[in-house]
């Protein structure tokens, strides 16, 4: 049952970027045959939570420097048990930022399978990250265990942090969204 709500929300982000169909069938796969994908221990791949957090202008994106990866990345964790994907991006924006967020929008702002390599016991392994849109209501951080640094980064001079195509997707979806407006 708590698998369902997210298969719908993909069934309906596979409708709007068809283009991703496979990222849509692997989510598909992880969340038809794994009762417990939402556990961080499901070495088969685990669902998490990301937020492309922008500032209150909507000029910025807020980007941390992941301690473990140490790479210029958006904000997000692990779903622990929650299937509630929006609420962990929400939950995991505030706490890795200090800043009070909303969500922007309830549909899926874009969907990414990534490697995530071996660490001490835990073996590599894949996140299945949902991400949304969301905006901080404030400027002013603070920055969290989980991170080397925070920046608020002009949307628009992302490369000088990262060249993650991922983000960088994040970023065309963005300007698509924004534009329609």
């Not at 997210?6 to 970027?17: P, T």
């Not at 929650?82 to 939950?91: C, L, N, P």
């Amino acid at each position: 049952m708590h698998r369902r709500n997210l298969l719908s929300a993909i069934d309906d982000y596979a409708l709007r970027y068809p283009e991703e169909i496979g990222v849509v069938q692997r989510f598909r796969v992880l969340l038809e045959n794994h009762s417990d994908c939402f556990e961080r221990d499901c070495w088969s791949g685990h669902i998490t939570g990301s937020a492309w957090l922008v500032s209150p202008d909507q000029q910025h994106v807020l980007l941390t420097h992941h301690r473990k990866l140490n790479m210029w990345l958006q904000l997000g964790g692990h779903s622990d048990g929650d299937s509630k994907t929006d609420a962990v991006a929400v939950r995991e924006a505030t706490e890795e930022s200090g800043l009070s967020v909303q969500l922007l929008q309830k549909n899926i702002f874009d969907l990414d399978v990534h490697e995530i390599p071996a660490r001490k016991n835990d073996p590599a392994h894949y996140h299945f990250d949902v991400r949304y849109q969301l905006k901080a209501t404030g400027e002013k951080f603070r920055i969290s265990e989980e991170s080397l640094d925070l920046a608020w980064v002009k949307i628009d001079e992302l490369e000088r942090y990262t060249e993650e195509e991922s983000i960088l997707r994040m970023r065309r979806k963005w300007y698509e969204s924004n534009s329609r407006d």
